[in-house]
């Protein structure tokens, strides 16, 4: 591989880490939930046609299909299927554990500032477990950990069909679970055709990106524009739609996650593609200005976990501060923040998955 190849390829890696490292701060900012804040024109309230949710799925199956599928393509696909489900087990289990600590803390700790919404009676873990166990209920705050978990299982199966060349398998398996679980109301099998979507794309990446490097200069320069272009309109003009409603009281007919609707897949690979467009123009400054993304970035999963410490103890202190502007802009950088030191613990890699 030539220099300037590995040089390009490494550009694109780091935008991707510095967007996946967005993405975690972005969904920090929507769980802690107070409006309105400063950080709510670059996150939407968690309310536009597509949030950091959909953005947080789509490049983790890119990377999967990337990582765990092309550059491990020769590797014998046994110890990595094992490697990929023993970690979609752990994750599991960390959706026990969290989900478990932040319903106790919720019954029995009364936060100030409230928490979300749990399915069942106070005390009624029974309700709960089998809520559980029946895939029913992870708390909202990690709900990731659920879908991702059940993904990584499923994607040694994925994987073996992208080596044999089979990629419209995939897609359209992915397709009809996706309407399978729209019809049947099964959240998982919907948000699924983001992620397996993202595994073929990921595992076809470095072909795409050759194709697609091999465009005249001027086209290639029209397509990445066009994508930025499109996302940033779509984002202004929903924005300026769903901040004309109180937080939380709007829901867009044709855009929605609950259920995952047909447009919103669409849309999420547009603001995917422009995102990763824009972030890649601006890597000098991301480098120069926001290098603490990174470590959100290669580490989200750390994050994503760690993010429920300060979000509670926020929740906990302070009473609801609906209207308060500097209030919430100050909660929600301290929650950024406190996110952020928690990952320079010592050693907590070991403790918590990266």
């Known amino acids: 591989m030539s220099t300037g190849s590995h040089q390009s390829r490494s550009s694109r890696i780091f935008a991707l880490d ?81 989900t478990l600590a932040l319903v106790a803390i919720t019954w029995n700790l009364a936060p100030k500032g409230g928490m ?64 399978y679980g729209l019809t049947h109301e099964i959240e998982w099998l919907q948000w699924q055709v983001l992620f397996f979507g993202a595994t073929t794309f990921g595992y076809h990446f470095d072909a795409l990106l050759a194709r697609f490097r091999a465009l005249a200069p001027a086209l290639r320069t029209t397509i990445r524009v066009g994508f930025i272009a499109s996302m940033l309109g779509a984002f202004i003009y929903s924005m300026s739609i769903a901040f004309a409603h109180d937080p939380g009281t709007y829901t867009d007919p044709l855009f929605t996650r609950r259920p995952l609707s047909p447009l919103t897949i669409p849309m999420a690979f547009c603001w995917f593609l422009g995102l990763l467009s824009l972030f890649s123009y601006l890597m000098p400054l991301l480098k120069r200005y926001a290098s603490w993304l990174l470590i959100f970035g290669e580490r989200s999963l750390t994050a994503y976990i760690l993010h429920t410490v300060p979000l509670v103890c926020i929740q906990l202190l302070f009473a609801p501060t609906t209207g308060q502007f500097w209030i919430n802009t100050v909660l929600a950088a301290l929650s950024v923040a406190s996110t952020w030191a928690l990952m320079k613990i010592p050693y907590i890699n070991h403790l918590v998955p990266r």
């Open 18 to 98: 510095y967007l996946r490292g967005f993405f975690i701060s972005v969904i920090i900012v929507d769980h802690l939930w107070r409006w309105p804040n400063l950080f709510q024109f670059a996150t939407g309230r968690g309310e536009l046609w597509v949030s950091a949710a959909e953005g947080f799925i789509i490049i983790s199956g890119l990377l999967v299909g990337y990582v765990h599928g092309y550059k491990k393509r020769t590797q014998p696909l046994a110890p990595l299927s094992w490697k990929l489900i023993k970690r979609g087990i752990m994750l599991y289990v960390w959706m026990w554990i969290t």
């Open 116 to 179: 979300a919404y749990i399915p069942v009676p106070v005390g009624d873990w029974k309700a709960l477990f089998d809520l559980m166990l029946a895939f029913n209920y992870a708390h909202s705050l990690t709900y990731f950990l659920y879908l991702y978990a059940i993904y990584l299982v499923v994607s040694p199966g994925v994987i073996l069909l992208l080596r044999r060349g089979f990629w419209w398998i995939v897609l359209a398996a992915s397709g009809a679970a996706y309407w």
